[in-house]
């Protein structure tokens, strides 16, 4: 049976519409200038849930003042059509006044966990992506939310934050989906010159070559850090701003690695930042 997918703009319109929904509802956040990575969180959505909500939001409380807020890319009408392809029933897409009414002075921060990593690098990041993902889930109402684990801090600190404010919503990780050559799919990657691109997968082979050195045996945190370090070094466009080993829950950095861990990295290809994570299980 062919439905209509729904594209609601006003928080008005988004109530309306989420009053028709039945069952269990999936919701898929995003910034837009969907990929493949996006539309696998939209489809597993689609396999679990009754209904299915997708956002599109660029959320200026989550970018520093020298990041990339104003050129981050767009393309509602190709982002739509993809949603639609997936089967989502319902997409929103807030302006900036309905998520940031004027006079707006309510956070929500979760502290800990957001300090290291991209914490660390992107002083306020997580401060915005807490606040809009509450007003997000406060709006859409879902029993499920599913999030990438392109973004493993996100993740946890989502995870954390459900928790801790008794959010009735169950988080679902789903798979870093990749290009062929291994580079992690990202709205970002479009930054990138034909040469930044190729230099890029530069990330996911220094994650390899650490998790081949642990499958080998390796378990010294440190002697993990310094293979991808030096595999990162070995790429003149590359610029390494950090790389983790860390405790797959608490971000804590390791010296040894015993239990579930992260590895990740943060890396600037030119003006480009991308980042990468594989976990230890
Ligand atoms: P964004 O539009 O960058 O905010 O991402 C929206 C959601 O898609 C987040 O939960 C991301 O973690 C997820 N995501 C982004 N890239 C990927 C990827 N390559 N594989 C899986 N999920 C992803």
């Not at 973004?151 to 679902?172: G, S, Y």
């Amino acid at each position: 049976m062919d439905r209509q997918m729904i594209i609601a703009a006003s928080l008005e319109e988004l109530g309306a519409a989420r009053l028709l929904l039945d069952g269990i509802v999936g919701f898929v956040p995003t910034m837009g200038y969907l990929h493949e990575g996006h539309i696998s969180l939209a489809r597993r959505a689609r396999e679990e849930c009754q209904s299915v909500v997708a956002s599109i939001f660029v959320n200026p409380t989550q970018f520093g003042p020298a990041e990339d807020l104003s050129k981050y890319p767009r393309d509602l009408k190709r982002d739509l059509s993809l949603l639609e392809s997936a089967g989502v029933d319902l997409v929103w897409t807030p302006d900036n006044e309905t998520m940031y009414p004027p006079g707006f002075s309510t956070w929500v921060e979760v502290e800990g966990l957001t300090k290291p990593l991209e914490g660390a690098s992107r002083p306020g990041h997580f401060r915005g992506v807490t606040t809009v993902v509450t007003k997000l889930f406060n709006a859409v109402q879902p029993q499920r939310a599913y999030f990438g684990q392109k973004d493993a801090q996100q993740a946890a600190v989502i995870r954390k934050m459900t928790r801790d404010l008794n959010f009735p919503i169950e988080i679902v990780v789903c798979p870093t989906v990749r290009e062929a050559d291994g580079l992690a799919m990202s709205s970002r990657n479009s930054y990138l010159s034909p040469e930044e691109r190729k230099a890029a997968t530069i990330l996911f082979r220094a994650l390899t070559a650490a998790k081949s050195a642990y499958e080998r045996g390796e378990r010294d945190a440190e002697e993990l850090r310094k293979i991808m370090k030096e595999t990162l070094a070995s790429e003149p466009r590359a610029q390494m701003q950090y790389v983790s080993c860390a405790d797959y829950d608490t971000l804590d950095e390791l010296e040894t690695v015993t239990g579930k861990s992260l590895l990740s990295m943060a890396v600037f290809l030119g003006k480009t930042r991308l980042i990468d994570n594989f976990v230890l299980e």
